[in-house]
């Protein structure tokens, strides 16, 4: 039988370490407080991950290493959120997390429900109160699932934190050919993925090859992972009034000598105690997990 894909088992940990750290130094900081706090795992899976797990992955009974997962760690911080929401849009997911985590002593806290994380984020930012909540979003997918439209739902509650796993070589390095062309889907997705399709003069450079494949003559492919993710730092810089971490000190992950994902932090609240403590918090998550993991070059 053919071996199960292990490789990026050290990207996942580092990704799931600097989640926790966060989310255990975010708890601390604000047990504090009167605020109350909400965890939103928008792709919260089924509780553990497979090692090298592609969507296929998720239950197939030959991966048998696996990690506790983003909403397992997140139940288990201390002290908790005041409450917890786990989103997936697969019942199977969340069939599998509530059995493993419904003895915690803190699942009366845990709303789940089976549904496209946009459409359930943008609701619960419309409709709940942040003047006296605080909260940190997960948005950890597979590619291109995450619309701008959500981020710009998130930023405006100026009260969310928001740790995105974006897919800048998966779902925008790799989507388009050297040649300068893009096929149509993966064209719409790329703007979906950024909110504007200023990407499409940004990411590309005159090329003296002419005119290939019908596209606009002497374009040529002009993006890495890191300019695609540098990009989205740019765009999410223009919603989240707290700020961005720079790409410098965010996390590439995958496999390769081009990411396929990098691990972007912003923060919503524009109070500049809230600013310290995020970038604070972010910076000393991450440093954290650079000691067990060592820093990626
Ligand atoms: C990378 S896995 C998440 C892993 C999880 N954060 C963990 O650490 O255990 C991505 C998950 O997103 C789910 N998913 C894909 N598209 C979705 C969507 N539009 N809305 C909500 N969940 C989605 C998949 O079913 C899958 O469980």
């Known amino acids: 039988m053919a071996q199960k894909r292990f490789g990026s088992a050290d ?24 605020l109350q706090t909400l965890y939103i795992d928008g792709f919260a899976g089924s509780g553990e991950v497979p090692l090298g797990a592609s969507e296929e992955d998720l239950f197939d009974e030959e991966v048998k290493t696996v990690l506790a997962g983003s909403a397992d760690r997140a139940l288990s911080i201390s002290p908790p959120f005041l409450r917890y929401v786990f989103i997936d849009k697969r019942k199977k997911c969340i069939d599998a997390l ?8 803190n699942f009366d806290r845990v709303e789940t429900t089976v549904e496209d994380a946009n459409a359930k984020i943008r609701a619960i930012c419309e409709n709940e109160q942040w ?21 710009e739902a998130i930023a405006a509650t100026k009260a969310l934190d928001l740790w995105y796993l974006f897919p800048a070589g998966l ?42 494949f019908g596209e606009p003559a002497g374009n040529r492919k002009n993006v890495t992972p890191e300019s695609a993710a540098r990009f989205m730092i740019e765009r999410l810089r223009n919603v989240f009034r707290g700020g961005v971490l720079e790409l410098e000190e965010t996390i590439p992950l995958g496999r390769h000598a081009y990411p396929s994902y990098y691990l972007l932090f912003a923060w919503a609240n524009p109070a500049p105690k809230a600013t310290e403590l995020a970038k604070k918090l972010a910076r000393a998550a991450i440093r954290a997990t650079d000691r067990k993991h060592g820093r990626p070059v």
């Open 171 to 212: 779902s925008v390095f790799r989507q388009i050919a050297n040649d300068g062309t893009v096929h149509d889907s993966h064209g719409d997705s790329i703007t979906r993925l950024f909110g504007t399709d200023v990407w499409m003069t940004a990411f590309f450079a005159p090329s003296s090859q002419g005119d290939l």
């Open 11 to 34: 990207s996942t940990g580092r990704k799931l370490d600097v989640i926790e750290k966060y989310l255990s130094m975010y708890q601390k900081a604000l047990s504090n407080t009167r």
């Open 131 to 151: 003047r006296m909540q605080r909260g940190v979003v997960l948005l950890d997918p597979f590619g291109s699932q995450v619309e701008w439209a959500t981020i």
């Open 98 to 105: 509530k059995a493993r985590l419904k003895d915690r002593p």
